[in-house]
């Protein structure tokens, strides 16, 4: 978090947009910092360097797009993406555990995958190849874009606005941000084990 600071404010709005963007929907989600990135911005706007108007309306429709390419990309693209082989950005097991929390979340998961590293980068190509309607898709796409960088973008402004010596805490506060966005991903891989032990 302490070098992810100076890098948001060396990328301005069109770094933080375009990080969020390419990890809604370009399939390098896996390795950007979509949770943390949005709660340090936030935590830059409590301290003058950014404006936070400008970083919910942008963040979130960096979102929204991000997702939407993604959608189409699997439409068109799909058997194709899915069939390559692993590479750092890319491996099979993602798309198993996106495709395990599609089944049992079903439509929802569009607005829930948000919140779950590697999944929500999956989870809109995997819409796309098993043709949801876009209408539901966008419903959920632009509910779940605006939940996700609203709550993280003002947490991290609130908590620079309210707490003393916030930097003292920045490492326990990301930290609790990425189990927190990891839960669901272990209750799955839980599950996953009962059902085959």
Same mark, same amino acid.
């Given at each position: 978090?302490?070098?992810?600071i100076?890098?948001?404010q060396?990328?301005g709005?069109?770094?933080?947009f ?18 943390? !990135?949005?709660f340090?911005?936030g935590?830059?706007?409590?301290r ?16 929204? +797009? ?19 082989e ?18 049992k979340?079903g ?18 190509? !995997?819409?796309?190849?098993? $043709? ?20 993280? !973008? +003002? ?14 805490y920045? !490492? ?5 941000i ?9 209750r ?8 085959? $032990?």
């Amino acid at each position: 978090m302490q070098t992810l600071i100076p890098l948001i404010q060396g990328a301005g709005y069109l770094g933080i947009f375009g990080a969020i963007f390419a990890e809604s929907g370009l399939l390098i989600g896996v390795i950007l910092p979509g949770d943390t !990135l949005l709660f340090a911005s936030g935590l830059l706007a409590s301290r003058g360097f950014l404006n936070i108007t400008v970083l919910l309306v942008g963040s979130t429709l960096a979102a929204i +797009l991000g997702d939407s390419v993604g959608y189409w990309m699997g439409k068109k693209f799909g058997p194709r993406i899915f069939n390559r082989e692993d590479s750092f950005f890319f491996k099979k097991a993602y798309v198993a555990r996106a495709e395990s929390f599609f089944k049992k979340y079903g439509k929802n998961t569009i607005f829930l995958s948000r919140y779950v590293p590697i999944v929500r980068t999956i989870v809109p190509i !995997l819409a796309g190849v098993g $043709n949801m309607p876009y209408k539901t898709f966008i419903t959920y796409n632009i509910i779940g874009g605006i939940t996700w960088c609203v709550s993280l !973008l +003002l947490l991290g402004y609130f908590l620079g606005t309210t707490v003393p010596n916030i930097d003292a805490y920045i !490492l326990p506060i990301v930290g609790f941000i990425f189990v927190i966005s990891l839960i669901p991903l272990i209750r799955q891989f839980v599950s996953h084990k009962r059902e085959h $032990n």
